[in-house]
């Protein structure tokens, strides 16, 4: 869940800091307050357009921080996947500053790119401002609603539908792309032919280049070779003082005195040591040299043969098996133009085969579909009428699609509010209010089988009063015993249903205005739920009416 966001120098917002808890979190404040940039931050920081005019006059950039902990498997496994780790509480602390010219985005102090601020986000939170109710029009979405409240193994199957999917498409395209040109077949099997008998009669292998590269550069270097080699010979044990007399002569020394402290014994058995090594060393030096002979042809056929391997890896690939596995592959083309008949029919086949085996996994998707379909409506209808919806027929159709990565079907929500009136598709009959509580209803019914932690729910009290807010409210204590639950309202039946409850304060003096958050408890959120009463001056009766209210959501959260 979100336990903690921290805004600086956004907009009206100087420096603001407030600690969420679990259940229902609800803000409030007077319009223009600066509830919605709260609500704008929090998109910001997980990677949001952002516009360099929000950076608050005078300061030079913007940040926003969030602190989640409890994270759920799905945003751990994200984490692993950049290589991140949580924090030793455990905790995730996802940050975006921005200036006029960059912004930059952190996870847990790892730069990040915003797509991936994006990947973690949406398995950590979910905004729902009016652009996210519009979701329940889009028929891919209504789709993924009836998927997620199927459960079981609807995730793993449609994870094999669309593995499925992808096989099926790719050997279609390659089928489509053989019979489409034709033309070029030839061509392509002679130029394979061409390259695999050249690859072929270079008679690689593997290994070779390291080896005669050795050759080539101990050959082109043969003089210098030779002078170091024997220069080392003769300092060891040449004519003149070299390290092999010397050595004798310090072993000569050591062993004229040892008699007379046995400590020095040690020393003598090292010289002794050290004089049989360069003895050897010298031997071994002097045998190098005398086989040492440059062979004039076979460097221009070892240069030869590089240059050939050089040749083929500058055409065919960086190393020899890569080589090696290019004319493999020139095989497999010859072999296919070879009875290129069978290798078509090898195609259709195989993509025959492919196509069963999708539409085999969709139709197991499609009647999961089809058996909790009924079962999502049921619950929803009775959601809906929860929510003051006095009429509602609802029905989730489900039609036969062309194949997609999602299976073969597509889903409609028809409902009808009024009586008499026929079924039609969300998107021609609801308002904006009625898609607000419609979502709500759909949040509702999938408390507990979403993975994500913290819901953010802006304008949800959109076009509604009276008994509906009560209906609402209740709806959004019922989610939150389930998820993390953000709310801004500005309506007094939702604000008496908080758990937490914190002010959005707007104040001015002569040189600026800032936002603040005021954590409202006990009198102060009784206060604040009386002013959203909208009287014009908190007197003791609008106080006492505030009470009344927050007694009676306590009630419907005790009998809930």
């Known amino acids: 869940m979100l336990k903690n966001l921290h805004v600086k120098n956004l907009a009206l917002i100087e420096d603001a800091d407030i600690d969420f808890s679990d259940g229902l979190n609800i803000l409030t404040g007077e319009t223009g307050a600066g509830k919605s940039l709260l609500m704008g931050s929090v998109l910001m920081a997980l990677g949001s357009r952002f516009d360099t005019s929000m950076i608050r006059k005078g300061a030079e950039n913007a940040s926003v921080e969030l602190v989640f902990d409890s994270l759920p498997e799905p945003a751990l496994a994200v984490l692993r996947d950049l ?33 991936e601020m994006k990947r973690l986000s949406q398995v950590l939170i979910n905004v729902h401002g009016q652009r996210d109710y519009e979701t329940l029009l889009h028929r891919s979405e209504l789709l993924d609603i009836l998927d997620l409240y199927s459960g079981g193994d609807t995730g793993k199957l449609l994870g094999d539908v669309s593995e ?3 096989v099926m498409c790719e050997l279609k395209d390659k089928l489509d792309e053989e019979l489409s040109d034709t033309g070029s077949a030839e061509k392509e099997a002679s130029l394979a032919r061409f390259e695999l008998d050249e690859i072929e009669e270079a008679g690689l292998k593997e290994g070779e280049d390291e080896e005669l590269e050795n050759a080539y550069r101990r050959m082109s270097n043969f003089r210098k070779i030779a002078e170091g080699v024997s220069r080392a010979h003769e300092l060891i044990g040449g004519d003149d003082e070299n390290a092999g007399s010397l050595t004798s002569q310090a072993l000569r020394e050591l062993s004229a005195v040892s008699e007379y402290d046995d400590s020095l014994s040690g020393f003598e058995e090292e010289l002794r040591s050290a004089e049989s090594i360069l003895s050897d060393l010298q031997m071994e030096l002097g045998s190098y040299l005398s086989q040492m002979e440059f062979d004039d042809e076979r460097f221009a056929l070892t240069e030869e043969r ?12 960086k190393t020899i098996p890569d080589i090696l596995a290019y004319a493999g592959s020139r095989k497999e083309i010859i072999a296919k133009f070879e009875d290129y008949d069978a290798y078509i029919e090898g195609l259709k086949a195989d993509l025959k085969e492919a196509e069963d085996k999708y539409f ?86 999938m408390a507990g089988r979403e993975s994500t932690g913290t819901l953010i729910f802006d304008e949800i009290d959109s076009g509604i009063s009276g008994i509906t807010a009560w209906k609402v409210a209740g709806a ?85």
Not at 306 to 317: A, E, R, V, W
């Open 306 to 317: 590089l240059d050939l391997i050089n040749k083929l890896k500058s055409k065919y690939g």
């Open 360 to 445: 085999d996994a969709a139709d197991k998707l499609h009647k999961i579909r089809k058996k909790n379909a009924p079962l999502l409506e049921k619950q929803l209808t009775e959601r809906l009428k929860e929510l003051n919806f006095e009429t509602v027929d609802l029905e989730i159709k489900l039609e036969k699609t062309e194949p997609s990565a999602k299976g073969s079907d597509s889903a409609d929500f028809l409902i009808s509010v009024n009586p008499g009136e026929d079924r039609k598709p969300i998107a021609d009959v609801a308002s904006g209010g009625e898609l607000s509580r419609m979502m709500l209803a759909v949040k509702t019914v």
């Open 164 to 166: 499925k999917y992808h």
């Open 83 to 115: 290589d991140i780790s949580p924090e030793d509480d455990g905790s995730v602390i996802v940050k975006r500053t921005c200036n006029s010219q960059k912004s930059s985005c952190r996870i847990n102090g790892s730069n990040v790119a915003v797509r």
């Open 476 to 560: 959004l204590a019922r989610v939150s015993e389930h998820h993390q639950v953000i709310c801004i309202t500005h309506l007094p039946q939702i604000a008496a249903m908080a758990d937490h409850h914190f002010m959005i304060v707007k104040s001015s003096d002569d040189s600026s205005t800032t936002t603040d958050v005021i954590s409202a408890e006990g009198d102060a959120s009784i206060a604040e739920i009386a002013r959203l009463l909208g009287t014009d001056s908190v007197s003791e009766s609008s106080l006492e009416n505030a009470r009344e209210l927050k007694a009676k959501a306590a009630e419907v959260k005790k009998g809930r």
